[in-house]
Each structure stands twice: as C-alpha cells, then as structure tokens.
C-alpha cells in the first residue's frame, strides 16, 4: 500500500522505510530512496547464534526488500538509493544493483567504515551504509562523517546530472 500527497509529490511506501520524492531538484526528475534493510541478525535475537544464522538467512530477505522498492520506482527517472543495507558492498543488494546499472559513490572516493560497535573484543566496523545513483547521474564526491552519536555514521554524497561524453 502506498500514499500519495497531491502537494508535494512524494510517495511513501506504508510497508517499510521507504521514501520517494517526486520531482526533486526544481522539476529535474529523480526519485530518492531512503532504506533500512534488515540486519543481519536471525530470529532468535542479537546474540551470537542469532549473528551468525542470521548471515546465512537474511541475505535472500534484503534481497527481496530491494526488489519490493524498485518496483514502485517510475522508469526513466534519476534514482538514489540511500541509507542502512546492513550490507557491504560485495553483499547481494549492491551486487544486484551494480547489475542493474547502478554505481555505489562511497567506494569511489573513501574507504572508510560507516558502522562501529564497540565490544568486549574492541571496537567492530564495517561498511552497511551506501549511497548509490542511477546511470544518468555522476558522484562528484563522497565522504563518512565522523559524527553523531549512533552506531551508523552520516554518509554525504554530492551527485550531478552526467553530461554527455562524461566517462564516470
């Protein structure tokens, strides 16, 4: 199910964390998704168990998450998809976009984790928070912000419409 405000154009999907916003940049036409994927912890909980099916068994869920948002999507318009995959880039969501055209703009310019959680063992950190574009745009920068107060740090990513002859 999904709602549809006539004054501002956005969409939002009532099923999950899912915005589509309708025209954006002055009538430019890009739609911005902002996700939550589910993490990768299985049923039984945040414990070591629940971790660990929970690498075997959500990945195939996140999968279908994606599949859910991009079908609500209008083709032939600019798309980002943005926010907590609770993935890393060789994970499915990323590698089906990347075949699907899309481009992840972090990796372009940072290696940086976007994750931390501190534990017994130190401190743990990966990357599960992308910013990826469509084809008809470029990333003229990206970096993680060491901010906030959360386990998930802010990622910030400039994009540009691509011009033609553009090789990015």
């Known amino acids: 199910m999904s709602f549809k405000s006539s004054e501002t154009g956005c969409r939002l999907l009532a099923n999950a964390a899912l915005l589509v916003l309708t025209p954006f940049c002055s009538g430019s036409g890009a739609e911005v998704l902002n996700v939550h994927l589910r993490p990768q912890i299985g049923d039984s909980g945040p414990n070591v168990g629940g971790v660990m099916s929970g690498m075997i068994t959500t990945p195939p869920i996140r999968r279908d998450e994606i599949d859910a948002y991009l079908s609500v999507l209008e083709p032939g318009i600019a798309t980002i998809i943005a926010g907590d995959f609770n993935e890393s880039e060789t994970g499915g969501v990323v590698s089906r976009l990347r075949g699907d055209g899309y481009r992840s703009a972090l990796p372009e ?19 599960f928070d992308h910013i990826v574009y469509g084809a008809e745009l470029v990333a003229l920068s990206a970096r993680v912000l060491q901010a906030g107060r959360s386990d998930h740090l802010p990622v910030v990513a400039v994009l540009g419409r691509k011009v033609a002859g553009h090789r990015r």
């Not at 994750?115 to 063992?121: A, G, I």
């Open 109 to 127: 310019f940072s290696a940086e984790d976007t994750w931390r959680w501190n534990s017994r063992l130190g401190t743990i950190s990966r990357r």
